[in-house]
Nanobody, 128 residues
Framework: QVPVVESGGGLVQAGGSLRLSCTVP??????????MGWFRQPAGKARDFVAG????????SYADSVKGRFSISRDNAKNTMYLQMNSLKPEDTAVYYC???????????????????WGQGTQVTVSS
């Protein structure tokens, strides 16, 4: 199992911003071969896709609900992925999970089954 660690969650007012980080410690050069993704799970609801990025960072996808507000990026030299969240809304409140896909693939991936390793999640709460 590859460890995946999220950080950066917290409480923010509507309209505010947060940046989540996801590191894969110990992955070394293999991190640059992983497709990565962010998912979120509101209390009592299913886990939904938020954003995905391919191994090189030149292909990105977003859920419609976050397009224009969230931005995913990665720094392979630091084994780290980011999610910049702007113009946050109360409906963005959820536990946010980072996911890593170790199986090789060039495309983008948007379902939980596409990913092999998961973090424990970080809570994001947006107050109105």
């Amino acid at each position: 199992q590859v460890p995946v660690v999220e950080s950066g969650g917290g409480l923010v007012q509507a309209g505010g911003s947060l940046r989540l980080s996801c590191t894969v410690p110990g992955s070394g050069r293999t991190f640059s071969s992983f497709a990565m993704g962010w998912f979120r799970q509101p209390a009592g609801k299913a886990r939904d896709f938020v954003a995905g990025i391919n191994w090189s960072g030149d292909r990105i996808s977003y859920a419609d609900s976050v397009k224009g507000r969230f931005s995913i990026s990665r720094d392979n030299a630091k084994n780290t992925m980011y999610l910049q969240m702007n113009s946050l809304k109360p409906e963005d409140t959820a536990v946010y999970y980072c996911a890593a896909r170790e199986r090789w693939g060039r495309r983008l991936y948007s379902t939980p089954d596409d990913y092999d390793h998961w973090g424990q999640g970080t809570q994001v709460t947006v107050s109105s």
